[in-house]
């Protein structure tokens, strides 16, 4: 029996620790790893919500990667390589000089919604395209933008002649499509996420093109929110944004492979570490774009760091508006013939990375051995650099911060390694940071302040043009150069209609660009996705749009 | 009464437009803008451009101030550029999940914080004390971050058993109909869902709390020394008061007033603690909210957020200024 006097006290005192006690006991009682979930359900930690779900509207990869999984396009690529094969459309045949191209749509194939995959849904897709109105939805479709250059009626500041002419259901099987004009960018491009084919029923049930705009921001229709419809192995269930999970399900009637896992899941964190212990207590079963200094923890710890095949350039960006020295291209090869380019990929880039003497990567056609390389040799910088009379040379260096991209997984560390480069040969520079989100981009792509930058490019698909004729097909404030022998050359390398004469054409291209040097090609660097070590089936792919439904757990 | 607090909320008015200016000026003079963000990082100075002049922000600054004054009258804060949704949607999806997560902190510091100030006062000098003293050094000195990734370590990566970030396991199909998801799934019947939901907020709250439990242990532990030594106590002692009504009555009642007042201060810093506490967990609530916002340049969920801590912060002022005014008559000035 306690004296009375103690009880209150240590009244006040128990209380809390037998809240602590019951919590810990409770938690230890509980079975362990609530995260487990059954082998039929595949988890995927990303990184930032999806914009909306019409593949259409969209641009960034968080938002494609639950449309790969839903949607199918008309070409695909073959899992792991940029190659072309077979989606919806069996056969792509191009003719009047690659103006038209010819569809054999695959049989049998229906969307989510049960209504039937034909050639009149591939129409309807085309031409809702090419039709969109308003600014707002204009505004929107980047990439249909891009391949297209315009629609019926251009709003808002939209100003390109259409590439698209019509389109025509030949009988169920065969789609016609006629265009304006050639592009290179085909068949390669309509493979592009964006250009995915969606059922005509769904997109006018739920007002798919009803982008509205509501003071700055834009509101999209419940297609795009609530009920996007493809023919994909995996179809919407929800978008839980109260616990930032989307959920999709099996398509038990896909006309491929049926997916493995009866549930995709996504779960968005947008924040690396937390993506990082997620996957190690096993509540994520995988997760894009892990940080080159995590792939040792992460291998210890038994995941999988599948590294795909680089398909991306970093380049040090040569701006020749500002400073007339480098105009000069003997002061353009001393600076590349400055930079010890082994070096930079061993000591700042992931395993797997190479070093560039050109703007291709070596899986793409266009690149070439024939290129004029200056590779690392200080002396010749040196002397090049008196021959121009540039030995008092000062450069600013715009550098950005607070960005992580495979290609440069730490711009700061990259620069701070060139910056010692050039001034090993005696060039002074003024390094100048600014976040990438805020300010950088405007500065150095709009403004043009910058001698020299830092950036770099993902490739959308296999086309050359999609890399050279990006960088160097016209004269830009970011680099401040107009060389007609270069634009017409990538003008022509992208009219070519045969893959062997458009090969050659940018091989041409790309040796012309290394003789000019209006930028110095660093490097391509792989990246990576990690998966727990019981999942398998994933085949990491250098254009980073995986597909889950081959992914088996445990 | 009535007449001092409307004249209390017509002063709040101007105060909250010279916000709004300030909050409107302050977003658009950062450089990058949203335009940038939302395109990702193909897009060109002409597509910015263009979707600059879409957006209506290439107009001059007080232009776009006055159409957004007009919304914001008729209630309408915009849309978020990230998501879509009316920025009130998301402020509603979010405030549940914050208020949920300060409010367990808010329980652990207190529940926590007061027994062990009071024991270590008890205890003066002695092991307990000395071992109390040197948690609290700690609570406070290490960041939440740290604290929160160590926390997760241990308890979700090595023993496994606790879930190291987010509010409900993404597998549970769990009805969120007040988005208190630890309520949610008592209303509903689903007692998985809020055992589940427990289990997650453990973590994040611990980690919220231990500043705060630091800063109410130690001034516990001061004010009842204080109070110890007070001449009442020692006439309490002379009367032959038994020592537990002593301790209950005089002692902790007295010491247990200063204490009150650091509450008050820690909850305003809880809310802000929350910002860090609820990126290391992904928590998915006001703080994550402000953070994707700064990073992407939401204009409109930025203002909404920033004036909603403006309104807040004024209410609480009139708040207080009411509950002077009760106790103290000379306050209401006539």
């Keep these: 029996m306690l004296p009375t006097r103690a009880v209150g006290l240590r009244r006040i005192a128990l209380i809390g620790l037998a809240g602590a006690l019951a919590v810990t006991t409770a938690a230890c009682a509980s079975e362990r790893g609530s995260g487990d979930s059954a082998s039929d359900t595949f988890i995927f930690g990303a990184a930032g919500a999806p914009k909306n779900f019409d593949p259409i509207f969209n641009d960034d990869g968080e938002s494609f990667r639950p449309a790969r999984q839903m949607f199918d396009t008309l070409v695909t690529y073959k899992p792991g390589t940029t190659e072309l094969e077979g989606g919806l459309a069996t056969a792509w045949t191009p003719s009047n000089g690659n103006t038209t191209w010819t569809f054999t749509l695959r049989q049998g194939v229906k969307f989510h919604d049960g209504t039937p995959f034909n050639a009149a849904a591939v129409c309807f897709n085309f031409d809702r395209w090419y039709n969109m109105k308003g600014a707002a939805a204009q505004s929107q479709m980047i990439y249909y933008g891009d391949v297209f250059e315009g629609f019926a009626h251009n709003e808002g500041d939209i100003s390109g002649d259409p590439v698209y002419k019509s389109c025509e259901a030949k009988d169920e099987t065969t789609a016609v499509l006629n265009l304006n004009k050639a592009k290179g960018a085909f068949p390669d491009a309509f493979g592009l996420t964006s250009l995915s084919m969606s059922s005509p029923d769904a997109l006018k049930k739920y007002d798919a093109d009803n982008v509205t705009q509501s003071g700055e921001a834009f509101t999209y229709p419940a297609y795009a929110t609530d009920h996007p419809t493809g023919t994909g192995p995996y179809k919407f269930e929800s978008f839980d944004k109260a616990n930032n999970t989307i959920t999709l399900v099996r398509n038990e009637d896909y006309w491929g492979e049926k997916a493995k896992t009866a549930r995709l899941i996504f779960k968005i964190i947008p924040d690396e570490n937390a993506r990082k212990q997620e996957l190690a207590a096993g509540t994520i079963d995988g997760y894009d774009f892990p940080s080159p200094a995590d792939y040792n923890s992460l291998k210890q710890a038994g995941d999988q760091v599948l590294i795909r095949p680089a398909f991306n350039i970093l380049y040090l960006g040569i701006n020749q508006k500002n400073n007339p020295k480098l105009q000069d291209v003997r002061v353009r090869k001393a600076i590349e013939f400055a930079i010890n380019k082994d070096q930079l990929v061993k000591n700042r880039m992931p395993s797997g990375a190479y070093p560039q003497d050109q703007f291709l990567p070596n899986n793409v056609p266009g690149y070439t051995p024939a290129v004029e390389k200056h590779s690392y040799n200080a002396d010749t910088a040196r002397q090049l650099l008196a021959e121009a009379g540039a030995t008092d040379l000062t450069l600013n260096f715009y550098v950005p911060t607070e960005v992580s991209r495979p290609y440069m997984p730490n711009p700061v560390d990259i620069a701070a390694a060139i910056t010692d480069d050039l001034k090993a040969v005696g060039i002074k520079v003024n390094v100048v940071q600014e976040p990438w989100n805020g300010g950088y981009k405007d500065s150095v792509q709009k403004a043009g302040k910058q001698d020299l930058h830092l950036l770099g490019w993902t490739g959308d698909y296999a086309d050359p043009g999609n890399f050279v004729g990006t960088f160097f097909g016209r004269t830009k404030p970011e680099f401040g150069f107009d060389n007609p022998q270069i634009f017409d050359a990538l003008s022509n390398a992208d009219a070519q209609t045969t893959p062997d004469t458009k090969k050659s054409a940018y091989e041409s291209a790309s040796v012309l660009i290394s003789q000019y040097v209006p930028a110095i090609p660093l490097s391509s660097s792989p990246p990576a996705i990690v998966v727990r070590s019981d999942v398998q089936g994933l085949i990491p792919t250098p254009l980073t749009d995986e597909r889950f439904y081959t992914v088996t757990k445990g | ?334």
Excluded: C
């Excluded at chain 2, 010491?255 to 809310?271: D, F, R």
């Design chain 2, 1 to 334: 009464m009535l007449r001092f607090l409307t004249r209390r909320l017509l002063q709040a008015i101007p105060t909250l437009l010279v916000l709004s200016i300030l909050v409107f000026a302050w977003l658009r003079l950062l450089p990058g803008g949203p335009a940038t963000a939302l395109l990702g990082d193909k897009a060109t100075p002409e597509k910015i451009a263009s979707l600059n002049s879409v957006l209506g922000l290439d107009q001059p600054i007080f232009v776009q101030y006055f159409k957004f004054l007009g919304r914001v009258v008729t209630g309408d804060f915009g849309s978020s550029l990230i998501s879509g949704d009316t920025v009130l949607a998301e402020i509603g999806r979010a405030f549940p999940a914050t208020i949920e997560l300060a409010i367990a902190a808010l329980v652990l510091a207190v529940g926590f914080g007061i027994p062990m100030g009071y024991l270590a006062a008890r205890h003066r000098g002695r092991l307990l004390d000395n071992a109390t003293v040197l948690t609290t050094l700690v609570g406070v000195a290490v960041p939440v971050f740290f604290f929160g990734v160590l926390l997760k370590y241990v308890f979700a990566q090595k023993l496994g058993i606790l879930p190291p970030s987010g509010r409900q396991d993404v597998t549970i199909d769990a009805t969120h109909i007040t988005g208190f998801f630890t309520l949610d799934g008592l209303l509903t019947g689903e007692l998985d869902a809020t055992w589940d939901a427990i289990k997650h907020l453990i973590l994040p709250a611990v980690a919220l709390a231990s500043i705060p439990f630091a800063v109410i242990v130690r001034i516990t532990r001061a004010s009842v020394l204080d109070v110890q030594q007070e001449d009442f106590v020692r006439t309490a002692e002379s009367k032959g008061l038994t020592t537990t009504t002593i301790r209950q009555r005089h002692v902790l009642r007295n010491a247990l007033l200063p204490v009150s007042t650091t509450i008050g201060l820690q909850t305003g810093l809880l809310l802000a603690g929350a910002v860090l506490t609820e990126k290391v967990f992904n928590w998915n609530g006001l703080g994550s909210l402000l953070a994707q916002g700064i990073e992407r340049r939401d204009y409109p969920r930025l203002q909404a957020l920033l004036l909603l801590a403006a309104l807040v912060y004024v209410v609480v002022n009139i708040l207080v200024d009411i509950s002077y005014a009760i106790i103290d008559p000379r306050v209401r000035v006539r």
